[in-house]
């Protein structure tokens, strides 16, 4: 721990857990050949769309049979009209470890209502018990939870013979994690993640099983316009060569492609994750020195390379009642902020007090390391 104000500060100090960080070199010049005041259903628009979804697909690896949409509502509409559509037939299995997992709990059990519901949970910071998990229900998920900075370690608890559908939440793991695809019958995320892309539009992409589920089943409840993928029990298959069901932002879709064609420019996903893993060693470098503060996930084999969670260890601040270990978590976030050290590194509010700072793709490892000599001035000031 030092009280010596830090002499280098990281050169963007873009630490935020969504909007992520843009990728490095960035500018508004990258939109330029936006397609704008066009419709996005014109030959331009659509091939944007179109564009978009392909280099998705080649990048991620996503199989040739799986179909991937842009939809409304980021990753949130993604995730719900996949549960909206599916859910119903089987059983199903809810994850939750923390806060979004929660999320998608509240759907599926209160406003849903699906009595033949399991909610595996965790507390923050654990996994829960993966193998408790039956193949022949839907298995909804997260791949990284966001807020806890705790994801699975792989896929093999998933069954490669499964009757049920696996829907799993990989905002903040796509383009930073290897997704085995064939374990994984709906995906979604968002653009504004680990690319550092635009808010607003969410990636649904979609296994055959997902799709003849869809075909074969006709949910009890109304369905919203922005969430229906089939018309007279068949799929819409325009939706997912870039007709969108409504309208994008096409400004958003310049921006996305711009990431992709940077994440294509370095190396894809090799390069990509090897990028957040090394952002994960900086940190985890820092925190084997720091007697003040550790890592929320307790395994290592489930510590997240992009939201990456931090507790406070030292009796001090473990001493005090949970408001103030709040407020002084806070206040190691304002002062970093004020200084220009840190932006948003608070840790999420239904979260245990302490700091996230995101390690995904775009965020440059000297500005973690330059960053790691800040945060023990910081805890200092708020210790004093
Ligand atoms: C795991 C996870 N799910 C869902 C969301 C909600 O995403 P969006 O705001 O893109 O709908 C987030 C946002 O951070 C997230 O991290």
Same mark, same amino acid.
């Given at each position: 721990?030092?009280?010596?104000?830090?002499?280098?500060?990281?050169?963007?100090?873009?630490?935020?857990?969504?909007?992520?960080?843009?990728?490095?070199?960035?500018?508004?010049?990258?939109?330029?050949?936006?397609?704008?005041?066009?419709?996005?259903? =014109?030959?331009?628009?659509?091939?944007?769309?179109?564009?978009?979804?392909?280099?998705?697909?080649?990048? *991620?690896?996503?199989?040739?049979?799986?179909?991937?949409?842009?939809?409304?509502?980021?990753?949130?509409?993604?995730?719900?009209?996949?549960?909206?559509?599916?859910?119903?037939?089987?059983?199903?299995?809810?994850?939750?470890?923390?806060?979004?997992?929660?999320?998608?709990?509240?759907?599926?059990?209160?406003?849903?209502?699906?009595?033949?519901?399991?909610?595996?949970?965790?507390?923050?910071?654990?996994?829960?018990?993966?193998?408790?998990?039956?193949?022949?229900?839907?298995?909804?998920?997260?791949?990284?939870?966001?807020?806890?900075?705790?994801?699975?370690?792989?896929?093999?608890?998933? +069954?490669?013979?499964?009757?049920?559908?696996?829907?799993?939440?990989?905002? =903040?793991?796509?383009?930073?994690?290897?997704?085995?695809?064939?374990?994984?019958?709906?995906?979604?995320?968002?653009?504004?993640?680990?690319?550092?892309?635009?808010?607003?539009?969410?990636?649904?992409? *979609?296994?055959?099983?997902?799709?003849?589920?869809?075909? =074969?089943?006709?949910?009890?409840?109304?369905?919203?316009?922005?969430?229906?993928?089939?018309?007279?029990?068949?799929?819409?298959?325009?939706?997912?060569?870039?007709?969108?069901?409504?309208?994008?932002?096409?400004?958003?879709?310049?921006?996305?492609?711009? +990431? *992709?064609?940077?994440?294509?420019?370095?190396?894809?996903?090799?390069?990509?994750?090897?990028?957040?893993?090394?952002?994960?060693? +900086?940190?985890?470098?820092?925190?084997?020195?720091?007697?003040?503060?550790?890592?929320?996930?307790?395994?290592?084999?489930?510590?997240?390379?992009?939201?990456?969670?931090?507790?406070?260890?030292?009796?001090?601040?473990?001493?005090?009642?949970?408001?103030?270990?709040?407020?002084?978590?806070?206040?190691?976030?304002?002062?970093?902020?004020?200084?220009?050290?840190?932006?948003?590194?608070?840790?999420?509010?239904?979260?245990?007090?302490?700091?996230?700072?995101?390690?995904?793709?775009?965020?440059?490892?000297?500005?973690?390391?330059?960053?790691?000599?800040? *945060?023990?001035?910081?805890? +200092?000031?708020?210790?004093?």
């Amino acid at each position: 721990m030092t009280g010596n104000r830090p002499a280098v500060r990281p050169a963007r100090p873009f630490f935020s857990s969504g909007p992520c960080a843009k990728r490095p070199g960035w500018t508004p010049e990258a939109l330029k050949d936006a397609c704008l005041g066009r419709s996005h259903r =014109s030959k331009p628009g659509k091939a944007k769309l179109k564009a978009a979804i392909d280099r998705t697909r080649a990048i *991620l690896g996503v199989p040739a049979d799986y179909r991937i949409a842009i939809v409304a509502g980021s990753d949130t509409g993604a995730v719900e009209m996949a549960l909206w559509s599916l859910l119903g037939p089987r059983p199903v299995d809810v994850l939750a470890w923390e806060s979004f997992g929660e999320d998608w709990v509240t759907d599926v059990a209160k406003q849903l209502k699906l009595k033949d519901t399991r909610i595996i949970k965790s507390a923050y910071g654990e996994l829960p018990d993966l193998k408790q998990t039956d193949p022949s229900h839907d298995i909804v998920f997260l791949w990284n939870g966001t807020t806890s900075g705790v994801r699975v370690p792989d896929g093999d608890w998933i +069954a490669d013979d499964r009757d049920g559908l696996t829907i799993c939440d990989a905002t =903040s793991a796509a383009y930073a994690m290897d997704l085995p695809w064939p374990k994984l019958d709906v995906v979604t995320f968002s653009w504004q993640k680990v690319l550092g892309g635009e808010g607003g539009h969410g990636m649904l992409i *979609l296994s055959p099983r997902a799709v003849a589920r869809l075909e =074969s089943y006709n949910p009890p409840w109304p369905m919203a316009k922005t969430s229906r993928l089939t018309k007279d029990g068949k799929i819409v298959e325009g939706i997912f060569e870039g007709e969108t069901i409504n309208t994008p932002s096409m400004l958003c879709v310049e921006d996305y492609l711009d +990431a *992709l064609k940077w994440a294509e420019r370095i190396g894809g996903i090799p390069a990509l994750t090897e990028r957040a893993d090394a952002n994960l060693r +900086a940190l985890a470098t820092w925190v084997k020195r720091s007697d003040w503060a550790d890592f929320l996930a307790t395994d290592p084999k489930t510590r997240s390379n992009t939201s990456v969670c931090l507790k406070i260890v030292d009796p001090w601040f473990t001493a005090l009642a949970k408001d103030a270990q709040g407020a002084a978590a806070s206040k190691i976030a304002s002062l970093l902020e004020k200084e220009g050290v840190a932006l948003d590194i608070g840790g999420y509010r239904a979260a245990p007090p302490g700091l996230r700072i995101w390690c995904g793709a775009t965020v440059e490892t000297s500005d973690i390391e330059a960053l790691t000599p800040w *945060l023990d001035w910081a805890f +200092a000031q708020v210790k004093q």
